[in-house]
């Protein structure tokens, strides 16, 4: 753990207290000594007979010294046997938690949790786990993977700092496949009406999901899911492995105590390119680690708020603007195998740049300029599956003081407000010009005709 911070990474574990293994201490005692004998019976929740739960832990009798039909049920997780559920509500397994908690935060130094199923426990007891863990160590992060439900019952300021954001994960792959970019925009509005206020963790595969190297019907779309995954509001969580192209699917595997799903949990390839990298491991790695950069150097893409109603959207184009104090960024993605055309255009309002200001496409290769004339920005070429990410700094003489956040270098540092209820630019008539007098290209550079390596 000291490695790594010394590195400059933060170690976050895995917690599962939900449930625990059959081998776990409690349950091992439960299962030999039976629950009328066992100090543990109030930690997972019994039954005495076989259909009250799915799990059944068979006894031997005192007379015959055989297993039979005596023996208690207990509740296991997905009615895995070998999960058997603990009883949250007893104070003694709360104690016991709270302690392996503390134990991993404060001896060991970790700086936080991901928490498995933390939607199937109550969210009075996450209350109770942020008071312990802030007690010991106010910086650390709490990530709950949330499948379903009202993400603001686990997420807040008095309970988890974030949670796994499903509903967005799906609709970034499925938009791109399916040429239709309204899914995408349809789970932005829902994230934007219920959960504004979060900063939820957004990922496009993970260990129980399809990798995103499997679920694209197009290879050259993983640039823009990554550059989706990056540059929208929220904490972008990037699983071992994508950035490489690794390939896999539920049942794929050969495990079978695991379904099959261990095909999205195989191992990592070296951590240099040899024979074990996919065909396409050099190149997603460059570009990912270039989306990466681009996330971490420019404050609109870690601080700036997104109001949908600047948001402009056809089946195969979708753009997007970023706000922040000291920039402004607008993302156009286009997921066509053809040019865009019209150019896409977008109304800039004095409010967020002025006349004649300069938008640089910090992913262009040749940096190309746009310019706000007449009040618009027109952004072409918009190349075939292509992003282009435009930013523009405001001059300092424009800006107001600031005060700087405490927290701006922790792991926290995201778990802000990332939406807005700004209101709309209002609709403006205005001479358009033509496009290729708002376009400066650099002098003595060839064309960018939009293609990268293949991905």
Known sequence: VEECHARGMKVVLDGVFNHTGQRHFAFQDLMRKGPVSSPYSNWYLLGARQDDYEG????????????????????????????????????????????????????????????????????????????????????????????????????????????????????????????????????????????SGLSLLNFLGNHDVTRIASALNVREHYTLATATLMLLPGIPCLYYGDELGMEGRPGEGDDPLCGGDDAMRRPMPSAVPDASWPEVGEARLAVTKQLVQIKRDNPAFIFGTMSMDRCRMTPTTFLFVREAPEQIAVVLLNSANEEAHPWPEMDVPESIAPEGATFTDIFDPERREFVVTDGKLYIGPCFPNSVRILTYDIPEKNLEPEPVSAESDSLVAEC????TDAPAAKPQTRKRLAPSSLLKKPSGTAPFNGSRPAL
């Open 56 to 195: 059944w832990c068979a006894l031997s009798t005192m007379d015959e010294g055989d297993e039979g039909d005596f023996g208690f049920s207990y509740d296991c997780w997905e009615g895995h046997d070998m999960l058997p559920r603990l009883n949250i509500s007893e104070p003694a397994v709360r104690e016991h938690i709270f302690k392996v908690a503390e134990f991993w935060l404060t001896e060991v130094n970790v700086d936080g949790w991901r928490l498995d199923v933390a939607h199937e426990i109550s969210p009075e007891f996450w209350k109770e786990f942020r008071q312990v863990c802030d007690k010991v160590k106010p910086e650390c992060l709490l990530v709950g993977e949330m499948i379903h439900g009202n993400y603001k019952n686990w997420v807040g300021s008095d309970r988890l700092h974030s949670g796994t954001n499903y509903q967005l994960s799906t609709a970034i792959w499925n938009s791109l496949n399916e040429h239709n970019y309204d899914e995408l925009v349809t789970a932005l509005l829902r994230e934007h009406k219920l959960y």
């Open 416 to 419: 802000i407000p990332s939406t």
